[in-house]
């Protein structure tokens, strides 16, 4: 089973959607959480760090539920431009800060 | 401005040949990683470094060698030995891990192809 685990998509909705990802985690002793962004063929770059009570920024809100060990990323309202890979990461406890990506899911807006 | 460069951005590679990877960061930073990326996949260690002269090996870290002599750099050496090279490398540093954040910051990657 892999570490941290997406849906790989693709997504494809309107621009105006509200589009949803989830992501699962193994390992419990999972400490910091994040959602990063990859456009293609470009360097991964954070949108948000995820808190246990959730945050939002701007028309992203994460969610992390640590009993069931998953990551949620609403984003309302859907622009063209954020087609993109998302990438669910997260950090172990005590593990030197190593990132663990998952595969990422990609999202497609058309107009 | 600070950052991470790494260069070249396009690499071609024979086959049976080492290729080095640059990374250079004036971020000050104390970490560095080596990560590699396959279409369709996330990213998965290679290599990382804590402190200069000292490094350890990630989950992929066969057929790849590295060397931290400088805070500021940290090469990574593809060599024949790593059978399916093709991929991209992305380079990371960030601040050191007893301050409790995780900020990472990326290089812009370099994409080899075996030819």
């Known amino acids: 089973r892999k570490e941290v685990e997406q849906d790989p998509g693709p997504f494809n909705v309107p621009e105006g959607a509200t589009v949803a990802f989830n992501c699962t985690y193994s390992?419990?002793?999972?400490?910091?959480f994040f959602w990063y962004r990859q456009d293609c063929r470009k360097e991964p770059k954070l949108l948000m760090s995820v808190y246990s009570s959730g945050n939002e920024d701007g028309r992203f809100t994460a969610q992390l539920n640590r009993a069931s060990q998953y990551i949620s990323l609403l984003i309302r309202d859907s622009k063209l431009s954020d087609s993109a890979t998302y990438l669910c990461?997260?950090?172990?406890?005590?593990?030197?800060?190593?990132?663990?990506f998952g595969q990422g899911t990609t999202l497609q807006v058309k107009p | 401005d600070g950052g991470i460069t790494q260069s070249p951005k396009y690499l071609f590679r024979k086959e049976g040949q080492n290729v080095t990877l640059s990374c250079e960061q004036n971020?000050?930073?104390?970490?560095m990683y080596w990560y590699r990326q396959d279409p369709g996949q996330g990213l998965r260690l290679i290599y990382y470094s804590q402190i200069v002269n000292d490094f350890q090996k990630g989950d992929i870290a066969e057929g790849y060698s590295v060397s931290r002599e400088k805070k500021e750099s940290f090469p990574l050496t593809v060599t024949s030995a790593q059978k399916n090279p093709t991929a991209f490398y992305l380079c990371?540093?960030?601040?050191?891990?007893?301050?409790?954040?995780?900020?990472?910051?990326f290089g812009s990657g370099t994409r080899l192809t075996v030819v």
């Open positions: 990371a540093s960030s601040i050191p891990t007893g301050t409790g954040k995780v900020g990472y910051t």
């Open positions: 971020l000050n930073h104390d970490a």
């Open positions: 390992n419990s002793a999972s400490q910091s």
């Open positions: 990461v997260v950090t172990i406890s005590g593990n030197t800060g190593k990132l663990i």
